[in-house]
Structure formats: structure tokens, C-alpha cells
């Protein structure tokens, strides 16, 4: 089970860390991932670690404002967002892919395991 935590609301240029905490698995054995769903628009991948922390993607759109990590000891993953803006407004989900190989995916069904999300509101 994966547990999401850290959404809020928060003005224009802001900051939020979220957090996805693993219960029942360990997540040292999975690359992560964080995919966001805004009103109307399709799920869309954000940013992905794998297993190892070796590699790392992101979105076009975050890249240079969010930044992935993992602490395997904590078997949790976060998700810090730097200068948010109105369109980073969604739902947050993370996710788990059980590949062994340490490379990120972007597509959603590599995925096995998710999260039941945490809504980020970006309004001044």
C-alpha cells in the first residue's frame, strides 16, 4: 500500500513536499514514480527515481522546479515542488514499478502499485 501525503494549497511560487510512505512492500526493490491528474486532462507522468536512485526523469514541464528523492531506509519517496504554478494543479499519485531493471518509466501500466492520491491547489 502507498500512502501520499504533503498536498495542500499554496500560492503562485510556492512550495510543497510530498510524501509517499509504503506499507506491506519495500520499496527499496521498486523505481517510483509521481503522475499528476488535472480536471478533464489525462493522467500525466511528473517525475520518476529508479530502485537504486541512480537514474532519475521529469516531466518537461517541472523540470528545474521539482525534484524526486527516495529514502529506502524510511521506505519512503518524496516529491519536493519548487515555484508552483496555477497549471501544476492536480492530484498527485505516486506509484511503484516492480521491474528490476533501474530505469524509469513514463508509462503508466509498467506500474503495479499506486497510491490514492493528494490534491495540489495552486491559486492565488
Known amino acids: 500500500q502507498l500512502v501520499e501525503s504533503g498536498g495542500g494549497s499554496v500560492q503562485p511560487g510556492g512550495s510543497l513536499r510530498l510524501s509517499c510512505k509504503a506499507s506491506?512492500?519495500?520499496?527499496?526493490?521498486?523505481?517510483m514514480g509521481w503522475f499528476r491528474q488535472a480536471p478533464g486532462k489525462e493522467l500525466e507522468f511528473v517525475a520518476g527515481?529508479?530502485?537504486?536512485?541512480?537514474?532519475?526523469k521529469y516531466a518537461d514541464s517541472v523540470k528545474g522546479r521539482f525534484t524526486i528523492s527516495r529514502d529506502n531506509a524510511k521506505n519512503t519517496v518524496y516529491l519536493q515542488m519548487n515555484s508552483l504554478k496555477p497549471e501544476d494543479t492536480a492530484v498527485y499519485y505516486c506509484?511503484?514499478?516492480?521491474?528490476?531493471?533501474?530505469?524509469?518509466?513514463?508509462?503508466?501500466?509498467?506500474?503495479?502499485?499506486w497510491g490514492q492520491g493528494t490534491q495540489v491547489t495552486v491559486s492565488s
Open positions: 527515481i529508479s530502485w537504486n536512485g541512480g537514474s532519475t
Open positions: 506509484a511503484a514499478d516492480p521491474r528490476v531493471i533501474p530505469v524509469v518509466t513514463t508509462t503508466p501500466v509498467t506500474y503495479k502499485y
Open positions: 506491506g512492500i519495500n520499496l527499496i526493490y521498486y523505481n
